[in-house]
């Protein structure tokens, strides 16, 4: 059985999620007491028909003391050989003031207190911090539409295999903040910068003038060694972990040249390796899912069994 726990902030998108996956064929149950998640196994082993995938929404509506005890619960249910991926999904909250006001509803946390909307908002973090911590996939939602976001979890979560690392590489500018779901930042403002050339402004770092023009500079070699050195010493130690997903996150000023070359530089690099590779560049508004080498992979199995 494979089991999805959709959880995260009040207006982030959870609804959405879920639907997404009602729609691929999940049997999907919202706003379930966490405290019912072992009795919910128990019901659907053993009472036909069979559900091989199931997905359930836990957010703040529940019991604080059911939340706290989130961990202990989620790690019962892994003991008795259920695959399980827990996917957080956020936004700041400026932006999740701004979806409450447009649509006019009620934050869960306000009702029967005399909480303020920012309040609520404030208190939920805490509230599902204990989710946050042991989430498998953290989703930033801020600037996905709603169809963004289904693709996002069709493509992350439903289709996620079991045992491998799903490894994205995503570039952003700092000027619209850190991306809420990196792993890993790393800030490469300090290399130099082709926006200020009028003649390459309207180019992004996956054209060859921009690309042409960064590799010009030791420094910039220097970085993408140093990051790359830095994970291939450590990639190891998350596959070893068993580790579901890792966003690394590569930002500059604008997220349109630097940060972008050294995303799809990284990409590259890593494109051996035994992990489901996926590439975001998040101010151009592309996301990318690359191919595995499969033959680059396939020669090395070779290797290893000789």
Known sequence: MRLVIISGRSGSGKSIALQALEDLGYYAIDNLPANLLAPLIDELRSAPPARPTVAVSIDARNLRESLERFPVLLEAVRERDIEVQVVYLTADAKILLERYSATRRRHPLTRGNDMTLA???????????????????????????????????????ARHTGG????????????????????????VRCLPNPFWDPELRS???????????LEGYADVHAMAGDIHAWLNRWLPAYLAGH??????????????????YLVERLAHHFHHEAVDLRLRHRELNVNTVLPPNTEETASRGADADT
């Open 243 to 260: 580790r579901s997903y890792l966003t690394v996150a590569i930002g500059c000023t604008g997220g349109h040249h630097r940060s972008v």
């Open 164 to 187: 491998r690392l799903t490894l994205t590489f995503e570039s952003f500018g700092f000027k619209r903040g850190v991306p809420l779901d990196a792993d890993m930042v790393f800030d």
């Open 119 to 157: 309040e609520a908002i404030e208190h939920e973090q805490e509230y599902l911090a204990p989710i946050r911590r042991v989430a498998d996939l953290v989703v930033d939602t801020r600037g996905l539409s709603v169809h963004d976001l289904r693709a996002r979890i069709g493509d992350q979560v």
């Open 203 to 213: 180019y992004d770092g996956r054209d060859a003038k921009i690309i042409e023009f």
